[in-house]
C-alpha cells in the first residue's frame, strides 16, 4: 500500500466498515469517501481526527509507517485524563458543534487574558 489513499481503504477495510458505513461515520458523502481513497481528493484535519475515533491509525495512514508503543504512550501521557476525554468528545461532535465550541473557547480565552491585563496594569498605577 503505497498511496494515502491506499492505506486509508486498508484501515477502513480492517476496521469492518463499507465505504457508505466509514464514510457516515467520518461525517463524509459516499462519493467523498471514494474519492478519498482513490486519491482523487485529500481529507483535512478534521475528517483525520473523526476517523481516529473510530480506531484508524492515522500515523500508518498519513505516513505509511507504524507509530511504536513508545511514541504512542508519550503522546497519550500529554494530556490528563480530563483533556483527553475533552478532546474525544470534541471529535464525536458534528462540524457546527464543533464550530462553535471553537467559537466560545476563543471568546472565554480573550475574556479571561484582558481581565488578567487590566488587573495587572491595576498593580502597576
Keep these: 500500500m503505497n498511496s494515502v489513499g491506499e492505506r486509508l481503504k486498508g484501515e477502513r477495510v480492517r476496521l469492518g466498515y463499507s465505504v457508505r458505513k ?11 469517501q471514494t474519492r478519498y481513497e482513490s486519491n482523487e481528493n485529500v481529507p483535512g484535519s ?49 462540524e457546527a458543534v464543533q464550530t462553535a465550541l471553537r467559537t466560545l473557547a476563543k471568546h472565554t480565552a480573550d475574556f479571561r487574558r484582558q481581565a488578567i491585563e487590566n488587573f495587572n496594569k491595576g498593580d502597576k498605577e
Design 22 to 32: 466509514f464514510a457516515d461515520a467520518a461525517g463524509v458523502a459516499t462519493s467523498t
Design 46 to 94: 478534521d475528517y483525520y481526527n473523526r476517523i481516529s475515533t473510530l480506531g484508524a491509525e492515522i500515523f500508518w495512514i498519513m505516513r505509511g509507517e507504524k507509530e511504536d508503543d513508545e511514541v504512542r504512550d508519550k503522546r497519550a501521557a500529554m494530556y490528563s485524563p480530563d483533556v483527553r476525554a475533552l478532546i474525544d468528545d470534541y471529535q464525536l461532535c458534528p
